[in-house]
């Protein structure tokens, strides 16, 4: 053997050294996830409950940033951008990787492309509330309250491009009515409005609406899962109440930038899988009325196969019933 191909496979060894030990060190710092909504919201709550058990497994921090703004669209620009070394997440969503593509024309980023999906980390389902005194006694009264109404009827929603405003668009869809959709800057506001009866119903995630329906201030008409809600178990499914299409939840979901290298990704991955799977976490996230994946739901292949569903369902509609 020369001395020149010595020397070359001594450099790819020390070269391959170099990375393994790299690899191998991961994660030797803190660990950013960006989560592209406001602090105290559904998912950033989630986040910080899964991203306490991933740091355990890791040994290492994982710090939670909030970015918020254009409906999600600002933080996740912000992570498809960052360096791809794990050392930056994200936490994703519906909004973000489903529905975004519809209401932004020029988003920064693609959903389906500029991400290494890590896993599914928990959803939380849409139930169907109005005011208290709105009358419909269940959820067949309600669609054709809303149906006989639909040009007095006022539904609220936290912004565009927000989990309660797509949702309803879904719902207004499937109803084939086009009520007046009242924008608020954020869900606290427009629940107020709703307990006090300035506006007649909204769509939105079981955590933002539970204490409400359990309080009596606001009526419930329907979960939008196959199963009820240990969280609210005496509100009936929308396939109990006749409206068994209306399945939605707002999931959320960790994704690193396209490139993170595949050893970095399979620590990530398996600090989310011990997340969702172990009891105490699973409990704190069941008591906030989520759905937690088991492994094979939180695998990056059931992940990627969902954010291409959810674009398939979200798109299409919003570029035709929302305007830009």
Known sequence: MSFTRRLLMAGSALLLG???????????????????????????????????HMSRTLGQTIVIENVAGAGGTTGITRAAKATPDGYTIAMGHMGTHGAAAGLYPNLAYNPQTDFE??????????VIVARKD???????????????????????????????????VLLHSMLKVDVNEIPYRG?????????????????????????????????????????????????PTTTEGGLPEFQVSAWNAVFAPKGT?????????????????????????????????DARGASPEALAELVRSENTRWVALLKERVKQ
């Open 187 to 235: 869900t606290g506001p427009a629940i107020n409005d709703l307990v006090a009866g300035k506006v007649d119903y909204v769509c939105d995630q079981i955590v933002s609406v539970s204490e409400q329906v359990k309080g009596g201030t606001i009526k419930a008409y329907g979960i939008a899962t196959p199963a009820r809600s240990p969280s609210l178990p005496d509100v």
């Open 134 to 168: 709105f009358p419909a006694n269940n959820l067949q009264e309600f669609i054709k309250h809303v149906q006989a109404n639909q040009k007095t009827l006022n539904a609220a929603h936290a912004g565009v491009g927000s989990v309660s405003h797509i949702t309803c």
């Open 261 to 293: 290298p595949p050893d970095v990704l399979a620590k990530l991955r398996d600090a989310l899988v011990k997340a969702v799977t172990d009891p105490g976490t699973r409990k704190k996230l069941e008591d906030l009325g989520g759905v937690v994946p």
């Open 117 to 126: 999906p890590i896993g599914l980390a928990a959803g939380t389902p849409i």
């Open 18 to 52: 170099i990375a393994s030990a790299t690899a191998q060190a991961f994660p030797n710092k803190p660990i950013t996830m960006i989560v592209p909504f406001a602090a105290g919201g559904p998912t950033d709550i989630i986040a910080r409950i899964v991203g306490e």
